[in-house]
């Protein structure tokens, strides 16, 4: 049998491929032997059917926090009721409707009779369960407390859901208004203005050097609103390509913590995401190195993200995180680097940083209620200047011109 597998050196370098064994213990075995530190290992599916249909069915539905969050939740009473981990999990894929869901749960259900533990059947599926839900459950497994560390989730997935639909909320109405702008402002030149300049062309009147310019452009538009089209739809995919590689990325997230208007809220809402998962990991039972590694994966920035990673670097040698947070004045405020120092001098971190939590998640809900507000000024200027060209640039002249008649 083949199983996929991904593994670390001793140098600490990842390494991906197959390796053929009879079992998957005897897999991990050889990779041990090979000197690779095994993370993942799982058996073969993509070229099976099972594995193609399954796929197939998380291109088709895939799963959302909503969905995680509801599992966990019911996962968690089910669990306290002392109902056991397998029918809890036979139970909840009856009543779900995604087909995908019901299929890795399904899988879960098997591999745990089978003899594997319940973190382990969850990290053969990192696109569904990310590293968090695995260690927080794989620390109720060996604390014996794992209904709490399902609840632990599940309040984990339900905090980033809120926190994620109200920052989507917020943007909704400005993007919304920007789209509809830009589809009406490209039909307006393209099609519209073309038939009022052809007014002017025909009284040959002189116009000013802006009017000229706009002539030039919608006749331009008109006849090769295809090509315009092209490019902007390859821009789009140039930009999406570039933001989704790894350099890209880095420049995305420096560019989001200085946008105007935009970056006070981004900042809050990372340290939101920092503090809530860093203290549900670490009241969940993961050691702080770790738990600031496994921040810094779901943290969704990657400029908080190394200031995470150094931090573990620092605990790891004796330090305190508070240090490090100290160097980053503009990221982390002074505010949250003086109670972490607090957390971890009186050893209540974990009741610290729910705090810290608590605080800039209200401050995060009152700014996405004032978004709107501060957005639509913006918004109002930017249309009234579009409004304004047209009118001075086509309109003007042709008033003028009538009037002359």
């Known amino acids: 049998m083949k199983f996929n597998f991904k593994a670390k050196t001793e140098a600490g370098d990842l390494k991906e491929g197959l390796v053929e064994a ?12 090979n000197g690779l530190i095994p993370l ?8 099976s059917l099972k594995g193609y249909l399954r ?6 539905e895939g799963v959302s926090p909503k969905e995680l969050m509801v599992i966990f939740r019911q996962l968690s009473t089910l669990i306290e009721a002392r109902v056991p981990v397998v029918t809890s999990l036979k139970t909840l894929a009856e ?27 969850l990290e053969k599926h990192p696109k569904v369960f990310d590293t968090m839900t695995i260690n927080i459950i794989r620390a109720g497994e060996i604390s014996g407390n794992l209904q709490r560390s399902i609840e632990f989730v599940a ?13 989507k909320g917020a943007l909704f109405y400005p993007v919304f208004v920007i789209i509809v702008a830009g589809a009406i402002g490209f039909l307006v030149i393209t099609f519209i203005l073309p ?7 025909e009284m040959e009147a002189a116009v000013p050097w802006y009017t000229t310019i706009l002539i030039g452009i919608s006749d331009f538009m008109n006849q090769y609103w295809w090509a315009a089209l092209i490019i902007i739809f390859g821009a789009a995919g140039g930009l999406y390509y570039h933001f989704s590689s790894e350099s890209g990325k880095r420049e995305r997230d420096i560019i989001i913590l200085y946008l105007p208007v935009f970056k006070t809220l981004a ?23 770790r738990a600031l590694v496994i921040t810094s994966d779901v ?10 990673l150094k931090a573990a670097e620092e605990v790891k040698t004796g330090g305190a995180m508070s240090g490090v947070f100290e160097r980053y004045p503009d990221e982390i405020p002074p505010i949250v680097s003086q109670m972490v120092k607090i957390g971890e001098e009186t050893g209540t971190m974990a009741h610290v940083l729910a705090g810290i939590g608590k605080f800039y998640n209200q401050e995060v809900d009152v700014m996405t209620r004032n978004l709107t507000s501060l957005i639509e000024p913006i918004l109002i200027v930017v249309l009234g200047i579009g409004v304004g060209i047209l009118t001075i640039g086509i309109l003007l002249p042709i008033y003028n011109i009538a009037g002359q008649i």
Request: proline fraction near 1%; hydrophobic fraction near 40%.
């Open 22 to 33: 009879i079992s998957r213990e005897a897999a991990i075995d050889i990779l041990q032997r």
């Open 40 to 47: 993942q290992v799982g058996t073969q599916e993509k070229n």
């Open 55 to 60: 796929e197939f069915q998380k291109l088709w």
């Open 95 to 121: 009543q779900i409707d995604n087909r995908y869901l019901k299929l890795i749960l399904k899988e879960i259900e098997d591999n745990i009779e089978d003899g594997m533990s319940f973190s382990e059947s």
């Open 155 to 167: 309040d984990s997935i339900e905090k980033n859901y809120h926190l994620t639909s109200k920052i």
């Open 195 to 201: 038939k009022i300049t052809g007014m002017i062309k």
């Open 267 to 289: 900042k809050n809402v990372f340290i939101t995401r920092f503090s809530e998962n860093l203290s549900a990991l670490m009241a969940g039972g993961i050691p702080v190195v």
């Open 299 to 308: 943290i969704g920035n990657t400029v908080y993200a190394q200031i995470m």
